[in-house]
């Protein structure tokens, strides 16, 4: 039984299990998920759906994997997004004729920039001031909308620039442009925390802070830069978010994206107590979602109620993390191996 | 303590917990009117023994019996209704509330359906005088230092119908007048026939105020013996069993550390002048040289952790000075501490020291790679060669360096710690209580390697409880009390009475 | 002279919010003519009902040193039931008002069990109530449901004439009763100190023997009844049921409470202090409204500001405070022996 306890012993392990029944679920039950058409070059299907429509949930999540790796937490995401969105419009906004008001590539800069920001200002309150980084980042998650409303006047504003639609629209060898973002984004993570010791400490930040100071690890500084990178990743997935429908709506863009993030942090298999953090993982759980809600519209359950489903999930990670759970379960069945 | 029958009868008691047997067929009995101390070195079981009297925690087998009859408290709330409480030595109150509260809370006066605030304070005021205390029970109990914490703590307990008091090290923040006026109070509750159970670390309190003892050691029952049948030597030997002889013959082979000193005085490595900060430590003066182990001696609470995380930049001092190989330091954080050549083990391996989820590697390896920066990683081999370097020259029991850190022994654990830390090449090692919960070959072990590193020209500042250890290991002593240093000891000088009537004289 | 200091100590921070409502009203009074009137005060009350409800029960929640963020999700899904079971099923408003606030008690426990029993984070259980109520919503209804009932709307029209041609609706009584309410137990009962104990020290809490698994779940009970009838009273004005009302109420009712003067970490604060952290909310908002150019979303923006300033003053006190004594806090010792 070694083999099975070492593959079961893998990180990646369980996300993968889930989602592949989810998956396997779909193929019996879900007529056509798996097809895939080729249209106008482009790939089309259920699945083509889940990557380009998952993009921003993945980038939300790769913040957030960081975030919660040093034991904090950054619910300020969908607001920010939305603040990305609201910015973005703003400056590109433009007539029917699909001119921009200000060049696209700098409004994004500038968009992602304002977003980043915002992330910095939680990561000052978490790391600085010594708040609680649900306090902290609950200021922004509806400051931030109201900011985000401020940003357009309260009202929906739409793009015509043509070739923004690509961030959110394109396709890249037949492949979602989004999708890419994600895997150049997720490839440059992977590098900077692994190749650097900047994921070491991290991870110690998050087991044990004190003891991170003590070692002599800046953790107030690694604090802050977590944030602040969540806040970009943010930006991002605002940009996707506001591409993909061509307009801002402050009051909607991105709204429950926080819990869809935290979400798919846990179902990778990234602790909601901090330490050792699993990037792919992260990814998994962000598709398994996908799928989930995927699969639920082809049920044809209104998407809304797709919440009862995603909390009902939400209760059973934290009852399987909750040692005290663990050993209750183990007790009832007399096994003491569940324990552990 | 005439009764025939105890009050209290635990037996053949066992706990364990996941990698440690805490208690293994532990009989314990107390009786009515007596003050019972329980002793035992760290680690010995006493506060695990008085965690499954007052039903924190479940035996795994053995009975209670209180008055003769079988109890099993499920909870400190149900070991309190039968008439078991206690006082723990972090003081187990809610320093947010009233004084009054604290005393009363869970079984406030009711009037009307309300709490009657007006009967609570005046019954406040009125347990307090029992213990000849006067103060302002309305006032917030964070106000109040913790020796009145302690009294209150004891009033809260006085007030119900308790037949069994247990106090947990009760004295180890108090002054020698608190330490009597507490006594005066004990020694009224035993005539008064309420059975008292000590815990303290202190061998003149034991003798002073308990009637009976009880030792413990390593989790097991050494006897049960009357106060003033049992001479203190014996109750030492008993407390430590082989431990002393066996320590004494391994330091034999070794010369001691004051000799190394001499060799290689001359370079001064760390000069601290004035050093301090109100309300933690009183200004201080250290003089270390390259191979010296400077010895902090001192009772709980004396100021000894407090100057190490001055030293450590920890707490930052408000004034004085220190020199660091002769030149100017700024030591304002860990981090800068660390940069000017300065490691430190914490005593709270636990929380301030493991990182239990990580590997030992990256546990080795991370305060060096935290000097260096983010952005130059120690490439995978280096790391490895470092961390097996350390595993084989501490001796840390391990399989892999790639095993998690939380599954050591604790005397691993603060072998890695040491590991930690000398990966950086420090000038400066700060041990606070590098001995403490870990067992006796690995007390020897880490002893072993502070007399190295000090050959090897290191210096060390030392702190530990056990006296003893620090004689051994030093090659000069800080004698702390209340927060100030008293006395520098070197030579002849470094013997144990000398130690206890320095802190006794306080100078 | 320490009695004299106590004193301040504890109600400093009501005293500055206090200050804050007086501060801001007063400016609102001196900048627009017709803001300094008996019935805009008595507005103050009516506009912000359900968030008193909300803020009483919110703040025993934090007090106990936790959070809870399903209450704006909870106090639509009230609306949502009330007028569903009102319009739709026709049930009698004797039976329906006690339905949906057992449901609300329902919901607490069920959150109360989760943390207490399996010792999760708060945050985390009512992140996932706040979403688990908004897609009951949508499962009872996705359009708004429209009371139609005598009872609702004699509640919704009727005004109780005070002196001077002032008036007030009956759910300001309402939540004036459940703020006095919650300043009787949280000073005067044995559950309501037992919540200050247990954000003061939970685990001395424990050892002192109080039942501190009892009255966590209770809490969260508490502040569930609070968010149904809050539910309730919102549907008094509204006379509607929609699910996306109360989106973003949790921060609102957090906010108040911390204006108040609550410390977010527990321990301290005071159902009181949150009655006038309401009114300071209801006053920006009124002042907004005054002013006339700014739009209405100035509002969230204003309290999330707030907050951020109060839990600076918070821990500034707080840093003061344990400066003064510090002989006392220091962690000099009391490091936990493990022995």
């Keep these: ?340 | 303590m005439s009764d025939s029958a105890p009050i209290v009868e635990m037996k053949k008691i066992n706990k364990s917990f996941p990698g440690v047997k805490a208690l293994s067929d532990v009989d314990f009995r107390l009786f009515r009117g007596e003050v019972h101390a329980l002793m035992g070195q760290n680690g010995a079981g006493k506060s695990t023994l008085v965690k499954v009297l007052t039903g924190v925690y479940k035996q795994d087998s053995g009975t209670m019996l209180l008055n003769g009859k079988p109890i099993r408290p499920d909870s400190p709330l149900a070991a309190q209704k039968i008439g078991v409480n206690t006082v723990y030595q972090e003081v187990n109150l809610c320093l947010n509330l009233s004084v009054s509260e604290n005393i009363f809370i869970g079984k406030e006066p009711m009037r009307f359906g309300k709490i009657d605030w007006k009967t609570m304070n005046r019954n406040a005021e009125e347990v307090l005088k029992r213990l000849n205390l006067e103060l302002d029970v309305t006032g917030s109990l964070s106000n109040y230092s913790i020796a009145v914490q302690q009294m209150v703590a004891i009033a809260r307990v006085l007030d119900s119908s308790a037949k069994v008091l247990i106090l947990d090290e009760p004295t180890s923040s108090l002054d020698e007048g608190e330490v009597n006026q507490l006594f005066n109070v004990i020694r009224k509750l035993r005539d008064e026939g309420l059975a008292i159970l000590f815990i303290t670390h202190f061998l003149d309190q034991t003798y002073q105020i308990s009637d009976r003892i009880t030792i413990l050691k390593n989790g097991s029952f050494v006897g049960e013996y009357k106060t003033d049948e049992l001479p203190k030597l014996e109750l030492v030997t008993k407390m430590l069993g082989k431990e002393l002889s066996e320590f004494s013959y391994s330091n034999k082979g070794g010369e001691p550390a004051g000799v190394s000193q001499g060799k290689l005085e001359g370079k001064a490595t760390l000069q601290v002048k004035k050093l301090g900060l109100r309300g933690s430590v009183a200004p201080f003066d250290i003089d270390l040289y390259e191979g010296d182990v400077l010895g902090l001696a001192g009772l709980l609470g004396s100021g000894r952790t407090e100057i190490a995380r001055l030293l450590f930049g920890i707490d930052n001092a408000d004034q004085g000075e220190i020199r660091i190989r002769g030149k100017n330091a700024t030591i304002s954080s860990p981090r800068s501490a660390m940069m000017a050549g300065i490691g430190f083990c914490s005593e709270d391996r636990k929380n301030e020291g493991i990182f239990s989820e990580l590997s030992i590697k990256e546990n080795i390896i991370l305060a060096l790679q935290a000097r260096k920066g983010v952005f130059r990683y120690l490439p995978s081999k280096k790391r490895s060669e470092i961390a097996d370097e350390f595993i084989r020259s501490l001796g840390i029991k391990t399989p892999s360096a790639n095993n998690e850190a939380g599954q050591l022994s604790g005397g691993n654990q603060q072998k890695v710690m040491l590991a930690r830390w000398l990966a950086t090449d420090p000038k400066i090692l700060i041990l606070d209580e590098p001995t403490r919960g870990i067992d006796v070959g690995a007390k020897l072990e880490i002893m072993e390697q502070i007399l190295n590193l000090s050959r090897r020209g290191l210096s060390v500042i030392f702190i530990s409880s056990e006296f003893e250890e620090v004689i051994r290991c030093s090659s000069k002593i800080a004698v702390l009390k209340d927060k100030v240093k008293v006395a520098e000891l070197r030579g002849d000088d470094m013997t144990e009475s000398r130690i206890m009537r320095t802190i006794a004289e306080g100078k | 002279m320490k009695k004299k200091s106590l004193i301040t100590q504890r109600s400093l921070s009501l005293f500055v919010t206090l200050g804050l409502f007086v501060v801001m009203f007063g400016a609102g009074s001196l900048s627009f003519i017709g803001f300094f009137t008996l019935q805009n005060f008595l507005n103050l009350f009516m506009n912000t009902t359900y968030l008193m409800i909300l803020g009483v029960g919110m703040t025993f929640v934090i007090i106990s040193g936790g959070i809870d963020l399903s209450v704006g999700s909870l106090l639509s899904l009230a609306t949502m039931v009330a007028s569903s079971l009102l319009t739709k099923s026709h049930w009698n408003p004797s039976l329906v008002i006690p339905t949906v606030l057992a449901m609300g008690i329902a919901f607490g426990l069920f959150q109360g069990f989760l943390i207490q029993k399996f010792n999760l984070q708060p945050f985390i259980i009512t992140l996932a109530g706040l979403y688990l109520g908004r897609g009951l919503c949508y499962v009872v209804s996705i359009d708004t449901i429209a009371i139609d009932n005598r009872f609702w709307h004699h509640m919704a029209n009727v005004q109780i004439n005070l002196f001077a041609n002032s008036y007030i609706s009956p759910s300001v009584i309402i939540a004036v009763l459940v703020v006095i309410a919650g300043i009787f137990v949280s000073r005067s009962t044995k559950f309501g100190r037992t919540v200050f104990a247990i954000g003061g020290n939970e685990q001395s809490a424990v050892l002192m023997g109080l039942p501190v698994a009892r009255t966590k779940m209770f809490i969260y009970m508490v502040s569930g009844f609070c968010s149904a009838l809050a539910g309730i009273v919102f549907t008094f004005t509204t006379l509607s049921g929609y699910s996306l009302n109360g989106v973003g109420m949790e921060l609102d009712t957090i906010a108040t409470v911390v204006i108040g003067g609550t410390l977010l970490t527990g321990g301290m604060g005071s159902v009181l202090g949150t009655m006038f952290g309401v009114l300071v909310y209801g006053t920006i908002q009124v002042l907004i409204v005054f002013q006339g150019t700014l739009n209405s979303w100035w509002t969230r923006i204003t309290i999330g500001f707030l907050v951020f300033v109060f839990v600076l003053l918070q821990r500034a006190l707080r840093a003061r405070k344990s400066g003064t004594s510090s002989a006392t806090q220091s962690r000099a010792e009391p490091l936990p022996r493990r022995s």
């Design chain 1, 1 to 340: 039984m070694a083999w099975w306890k070492r593959l079961t012993g893998k990180k990646l392990f369980w996300p993968l299990v889930a989602l592949a029944l989810l998956l396997a679920f779909n193929l019996f039950f879900t007529p056509h998920f798996f097809q895939i058409q080729i249209k106008q070059g482009h790939l089309y299907g259920n699945v083509i759906d889940i990557l380009k429509n998952g993009s921003p949930i993945m980038l939300l999540a790769i913040g957030m994997t960081l975030v919660i790796a040093t034991k904090g937490i950054d619910i300020s995401v969908g607001s920010v997004a939305a603040i990305s969105a609201g910015v973005v419009a703003m400056l590109i906004g433009g007539d029917l004729q699909g001119i921009p008001k200000h060049p696209i590539f700098e409004s994004i800069v500038l968009a992602v920039l304002v977003c980043t920001v915002a992330g910095l200002w939680n990561g000052m309150l978490v790391s600085r001031i010594g708040m609680q980084p649900i306090i902290a980042t609950l200021i922004l998650f509806v400051a931030g909308r109201g900011i985000a409303m401020v940003t357009t006047n309260a009202m929906v504003v739409w793009l015509y620039a043509k070739p923004f639609a690509i961030i959110g629209q394109g396709y890249v060898f037949g492949l979602p442009f989004s999708l890419y973002m994600v895997v150049v984004l997720l490839l440059m993570t992977l590098f900077v925390t692994r190749r650097t010791a900047l994921g070491l400490f991290i991870e110690a930040v998050g087991i044990n802070p004190t003891a991170a100071r003590f070692a002599g690890i800046n953790a107030k500084n690694i604090i802050l830069l977590v944030y602040a990178f969540s806040g970009f990743c943010a930006g991002i997935a605002g940009l996707i978010v506001c591409s993909n429908v061509m307009s801002a709506d402050g009051n909607n863009a991105g709204v429950g994206y926080e819990l869809d993030a935290i979400l798919a942090v846990v179902l990778g298999g990234t602790s909601l107590n901090g330490g050792k953090f699993n990037l792919l993982g992260s990814i998994v759980g962000a598709l398994i979602i996908e799928t989930l809600t995927v699969t639920i519209y082809a049920f044809n359950v209104p998407p809304e109620i797709a919440q009862v489903v995603k909390a009902v999930v939400v209760y059973i990670i934290s009852l399987l993390q909750s040692s005290k759970f663990r050993s209750s379960v183990a007790n009832m069945f007399g096994r003491r191996e569940l324990a552990a």
